[in-house]
């Protein structure tokens, strides 16, 4: 039904009258044409109901408008204090985004290219095969392809610079060959943060702050969370504990800040709407273009495969028919669309950038709680929004597929258990398990023997009390209670005295007396 007035009405009215009446009439029909987001607000507010969530943030961006941006619950559950479009949320690892368009920057002035060796502008840059070390460029650092994945153990809780933990991967063992494989590694993203900055002849901070926040005018974001400092409008990150979800406090942010340029950004959606219209407008901001279009477009091109065990578990609903990775983006194909997305996950918070560049349509998610999944479900919601024909229900979907996910780690959590043996007992008296062990790799972990029981300490941060399981087996229960347990097994030496820790089957620590092999 059309919404003009026909012509025999047209005629019907009165000269005068009709000049005057048929604009306001016109001008109230075409307000009720529906918006491709009618609805969306009652969705995201039931779906944040649904999935736990204490508070979230979403804009969304469409031809270089923002046309939705609310926040929803709260900054921290026990509180009155609302989430809004300006509260501060972890960026996570939406950070590498930024840390390769600093990099395409560089690209731009000449002074980097995407191919350069690694060593040429961090001579302690050093990996465990000669070879590899030699040919590992600046684009395999953007690209997750150096042959293992992430070394958290370097930085997760610890009090190291970004100088140690590069020059300590020289002892990391290849989990695959170079190149062949994907494989996510924010140690290599923060290698190239640094080679960015050292290009600029500045820290990545301060690139990152002045070439590309400053020109799009995103104020209320920062680098770290040292510069939270002062900011009330911050969202407080949630985790699971004893199965209670519960405000984890401050003491997971500033864990990324020792690799900043991997994920140590914090933002505000609508703060982030200015990057993503950017992005949308191909790297142009007022009509001026800050990033050149070859190196634009080299960010979204692919450049390494990602397989299906390292992509996400939503595609087991979206059937993409490829899954890449370009510079700082994953990248798939939906509903015959290009779409590029990265997610953001550190203890407590969660986050999801997702563009339909073709589109011209870009949408930023933050979320208070570790893993909260309907952050794809939104994504996804709000594409379909704007792609039109049937619209699936992705919060019910996804909910069913994660919990199902959640069950199967708990199944296998219980089959671990059963295999406890009962009635063991340790070889040695506890306190003779005291002592530090250390490692090149992996640091040192002190155990002190305390009121009759044995508490490990690797960091602040990482500190345990070590519960008997079985044998020289025992389980590491941490003082920050939403970690997971861990599992440490002692060796007992030919002297009758612990020789070495390994915990969770990987990290090896020898006693310091020990024979390093």
Request: proline share 5%; with cysteine.
């Amino acid at each position: 039904m059309s919404l003009r007035p026909s012509p025999a009405l047209c005629s019907a009215l009165l000269g005068a009258a009709a000049l005057t009446v048929l604009p306001s009439i016109a001008a109230a029909q075409r307000s009720r044409v529906a918006s491709p987001l009618d609805g969306l607000d009652a969705y995201v507010a039931q779906a944040v109901r649904d999935w736990n969530v204490p508070g979230l943030a979403i804009a969304v961006v469409k031809d270089d408008s923002v046309v939705f941006a609310r926040g929803y619950g709260v900054r921290t559950l026990g509180t009155g204090d609302s989430v809004t479009a300006h509260t501060l949320f972890a960026n996570a690892s939406t950070t590498k985004a930024f840390t390769a368009m600093a990099v395409a920057l560089m690209v731009d002035s000449g002074v980097v290219r995407w191919d350069d060796p690694v060593v040429r502008w961090v001579p302690g840059f050093v990996l465990r095969d000669p070879y590899v070390t030699q040919e590992a460029r600046v684009r395999d650092l953007l690209t997750h392809r150096v042959g293992f994945g992430d070394p958290g153990y370097l930085w997760y809780g610890t009090s190291a610079d970004l100088v140690a933990i590069i020059r300590r991967l020289r002892y990391v063992t290849p989990e695959s060959s170079f190149r062949s494989h994907f494989a996510y590694n924010n140690v290599s993203y923060a290698t190239a943060g640094v080679i960015a900055g050292l290009a600029a002849g500045m820290s990545w901070d301060d690139l990152v702050r002045t070439r590309i926040l400053q020109p799009l005018g995103m104020s209320e974001t920062v680098t770290q969370a040292q510069g939270l400092a002062g900011r009330v409008d911050v969202a407080t990150p949630h985790d699971l504990i004893a199965d209670t979800l519960r405000a984890i406090g401050r003491f997971g942010v500033g864990l990324v800040d020792p690799i900043a340029p991997a994920g140590a950004m914090y933002s505000s959606v609508l703060d982030m709407t200015r990057w993503i219209r950017f992005l949308l407008d191909s790297g142009r901001v007022g009509g001026r273009r800050l990033v050149s279009e070859a190196s634009f477009r080299e960010l979204f091109r692919p450049q390494t495969i990602v397989e299906p065990d390292q992509f996400y578990p939503t595609a087991r609903l979206t059937r993409p028919r490829f899954t890449a990775y370009g510079l700082g983006w994953f990248l798939e194909d939906y509903r015959g669309e290009f779409v590029a997305f990265h997610t953001g996950s550190i203890d407590g918070t969660v986050a999801i950038v997702g563009l339909i560049p073709d589109r011209r349509l870009g949408l930023v998610i933050f979320a208070n709680r570790d893993h909260a999944e309907l952050r794809h479900a939104l994504m996804y919601r709000v594409f379909d929004a704007y792609l039109g024909g049937l619209r699936r229900d992705w919060s019910a979907e996804m909910r069913v597929m994660y919990d199902s996910l959640r069950e199967a780690g708990l199944a296998r959590r219980r089959e671990a258990e059963a295999k406890r043996v009962a009635g063991t007992h340790p070889s040695l008296p506890l306190e003779r398990y005291a002592g530090t062990y250390t490692d090149s790799l992996f640091g040192d972990v002190t155990l002190r023997f305390e009121n009759g029981a044995l508490v490990a300490e690797a960091s602040p941060f990482l500190v345990a009390d070590l519960e008997h399981w079985h044998y020289d087996v025992f389980a590491l229960r941490f003082h920050n209670r939403w970690l997971p347990p861990a599992l440490a097994t002692f060796h007992i030496g030919a002297d009758g005295a612990v020789s070495e820790v390994v915990i969770d089957g990987a990290l090896r620590r020898r006693a310091p007396d020990a024979p390093q092999r």
